[in-house]
């Protein structure tokens, strides 16, 4: 009988506590993103170095309301981001010039807890903020040199192996991250089942896990960087439960 009583009040706390208010929304979103790498490539007096891609992101959202205008929002999103640069020319060496390319692909969870309110006739104010966890599925570069017109070296390398990119000490050890969090905070907009929704994320943990790029050696060589992110998003909710 206790068992049964303490059963009945759990069950009765819960659906009183997650109770919801509210409609639930499921939809589809589409958007821009900028993740933008910070590091230090030397001693701590190195100037920091900034190293952004930009890129599309696609995804699917929902979000449910718990109680008095606060709830969650869940998103898995497919980010695809990239920087093309220009041949540069070699000092000294007009003809021999180089060309760096960069292409990442991130899987994206993010949650995010947000309080929605009306502010005219189907029409809302979301502010949102939360961890988001992002797991690299592809981080390459695309290395290429070339003497006027002749190409003379073309390689792809990835972080995520151990290579000249993935491993450049040479230690056997990967020094890149694929997952990392971050924690956004944001602002968003809802007209009817159109919604508009932008913010900010910092990284909160390291991006190099590999000794080497995390404490100084003898010759002052350290790596130490994060991952932030600048996001904007369209979407639509698709469906609406109340």
Do not use: C
Request: no cysteine.
């Amino acid at each position: 009988m206790k068992k049964t009583t303490l059963s009945l009040i759990l069950l009765v706390f819960a659906h009183v506590l997650f109770a919801q208010e509210g409609t639930t929304n499921i939809g589809f979103n589409i958007g821009f993103a900028e993740p933008t790498e910070y590091y230090r490539a030397g001693n701590a007096d190195t100037k920091l170095t900034r190293d952004a891609t930009n890129g599309i992101r696609l995804g699917f959202i929902y979000e449910t309301g718990i109680i008095k205008g606060f709830g969650v929002s869940m998103s898995l999103n497919y980010t695809f981001s990239t920087n093309v640069e220009a041949w540069t020319p070699t000092p000294g060496m007009v003809a021999l010039q180089t060309k760096e390319d960069h292409f990442v692909h991130t899987l994206e969870l993010p949650v995010d807890w947000q309080y929605k309110f009306l502010i005219a006739k189907n029409t809302y104010l979301a502010l949102y903020t939360g961890p988001t966890l992002q797991i690299g599925l592809s981080n390459i570069y695309h290395n290429r040199t070339k003497l006027n017109n002749d190409i003379l070296a073309d390689n792809r390398y990835s972080r995520y192996a151990l290579n000249i990119k993935g491993d450049e000490d040479a230690d056997n050890i990967r020094d890149y991250n694929r997952v990392n969090v971050t924690w956004g905070i944001g602002l968003g907009f809802q007209y009817k089942q159109y919604f508009l929704r932008g913010g900010y994320d910092f990284g909160i943990m390291p991006l190099y896990h590999d000794r080497f790029y995390n404490i100084s050696t003898d010759d002052g060589w350290n790596r130490n960087g994060r991952l932030d992110q600048w996001q904007i998003k369209l979407g639509i909710y698709l469906w609406q439960l109340d």
